[in-house]
C-alpha cells in the first residue's frame, strides 16, 4: 500500500470514529479562543482549566459506565462530598488510611445503589436521588461546615508541580482516561456491559449475569466519585459537605455530550473525555467573559437541556435506523 493510500485510509477511520466530529469541533473551538482571547492561551489559565477538567473526569468515567448499562447516578456529587468530609477526619492521623476508607465508602455507597436497583428493581433515578439524600446527611453529620485538618505533605504530593506545570493532575488525568478505556473496551465487564446496557434480556438469556455487571457499574462510580472527593480535598485543603454539588450534573452532561446515550449500550469513555474538556473551558471561558455566575447556571441548564434533547433524538434515529435493517 502507498504512502498516499495509507493516509486516505487512516483518515477514513477517523472520519468513521463516532467522537470524531466533536473532537474535531473542540480542535477548532481552541484554535479560535487561542486566537480572539489572550488571556486563554496563557500557561496559568491552562493549568487552571486542567485542574479543573480533573474531578470531573474521574466522576465522568463511573457516570458513562452507568448509563451505558441503561441506569444514572445522581449520587455522585454526594458520595464526592462526603469523600472530602471522610478524609477530611481521617487524613489527619493516617494518610493511607483516609485514602483507603474515603475510597471503600464511596463504593459501599455504589453498592448500595446497585442492590437496590438491581435486587430491589428501585427505578435508578429514584434509588440514587435517595442515597443522595442519605450521603449529604451524613456527610453534614461529619462536618456541618467547610473545615478539618490536611496534611501539608499530601496536598503538596496531589497538586505538584514544576513550574507552572501540574505534574500530578496531569498523571492522574491520564491514568484515569487509560483505565476507562481498558475497562470499557478490554475487559470482559466491558463487552458485558455494552451487551446489558443494549438488551438486558438479550445479554440474560446469553448468560451474562446482568445483576452482578450492573451492581459493579454502580460501584465503580462510587469508587471514582470518592476518587475525585480525595482530589478535591486536596484543592481546597479541608471537608465540605457542599463541594460535589455541580459535579452530579456536569457528570451526566460530560458523558451525554461525548455520545453515550441515556437509553445504554452505545458510547464509551473517548467522548466522556472531550465532553469533560469542553464543559471546563464552558466554565473557563464564562469566568474570562466575566459571566454573572446566576447567568453561568442559566447557560449550563440551556446546554444540559439541549444535549439531552439531542441524546433522544439521536436514539430515536438508531433504533428507527436498526428496525429498518431488520
Request: proline share 3%; charged share 10%.
Amino acid at each position: 500500500m502507498t504512502a498516499s493510500a495509507s493516509l486516505k485510509t487512516l483518515f477514513i477511520r477517523i472520519k468513521n470514529q463516532p467522537t470524531a466530529g466533536l473532537y474535531l469541533g473542540v480542535l477548532l473551538l481552541i484554535t479560535f479562543l487561542m486566537i480572539v482571547l489572550p488571556q486563554f492561551r496563557t500557561a496559568r489559565n491552562l493549568t487552571n482549566i486542567l485542574l479543573r477538567a480533573v474531578p470531573l473526569l474521574a466522576v465522568g468515567t463511573g457516570q458513562t459506565m452507568v448509563l451505558l448499562g441503561a441506569g444514572i447516578d445522581l449520587s455522585v456529587g454526594a458520595v464526592l462530598a462526603l469523600s472530602t468530609t471522610v478524609a477530611s477526619v481521617t487524613l489527619d492521623t493516617h494518610v493511607v488510611g483516609g485514602i483507603f476508607l474515603a475510597l471503600i465508602t464511596g463504593m459501599l455507597v455504589g453498592l448500595f445503589n446497585g442492590l437496590g436497583v438491581t435486587k430491589l428493581r428501585i427505578n435508578p433515578f429514584l434509588m440514587t436521588i435517595g442515597t443522595t439524600i442519605i450521603t449529604g446527611g451524613i456527610a453534614l453529620y461529619i462536618r456541618p461546615y467547610p473545615g478539618g485538618i490536611i496534611p501539608r505533605e499530601y496536598v503538596d504530593f496531589v497538586l505538584a508541580r514544576v513550574g507552572v506545570f501540574p505534574v500530578t493532575p496531569s498523571i492522574v488525568f491520564v491514568v484515569i482516561v487509560i483505565c476507562g478505556i481498558l475497562i470499557l473496551r478490554k475487559t470482559r465487564f466491558g463487552r458485558h456491559l455494552y451487551a446489558v446496557g443494549g438488551n438486558v434480556d438479550a445479554a440474560r438469556l446469553a448468560g451474562i449475569h446482568t445483576d452482578l455487571v450492573l451492581i459493579g457499574t454502580y460501584v465503580g462510580s462510587g469508587f471514582f466519585a470518592a476518587l475525585a472527593g480525595l482530589y478535591m480535598t486536596a484543592r481546597i485543603s479541608c471537608g465540605d459537605p457542599a463541594v460535589g454539588m455541580p459535579y452530579q450534573m456536569d457528570s451526566i452532561t460530560a458523558a451525554v455530550l461525548g455520545g453515550t446515550t441515556l437509553t445504554g449500550g452505545r458510547g464509551g469513555m473517548e467522548g466522556t473525555v472531550i465532553g469533560v474538556i469542553l464543559l471546563a473551558m464552558l466554565g473557563n471561558i464564562f469566568n474570562l467573559m466575566d459571566i454573572n455566575i446566576y447567568w453561568q447556571h442559566v447557560l449550563r441548564g440551556v446546554i444540559l437541556v439541549g444535549v439531552v434533547v439531542f441524546s433522544q433524538l439521536r436514539s430515536r434515529k438508531l433504533k428507527k435506523a436498526a428496525a429498518m435493517l431488520q
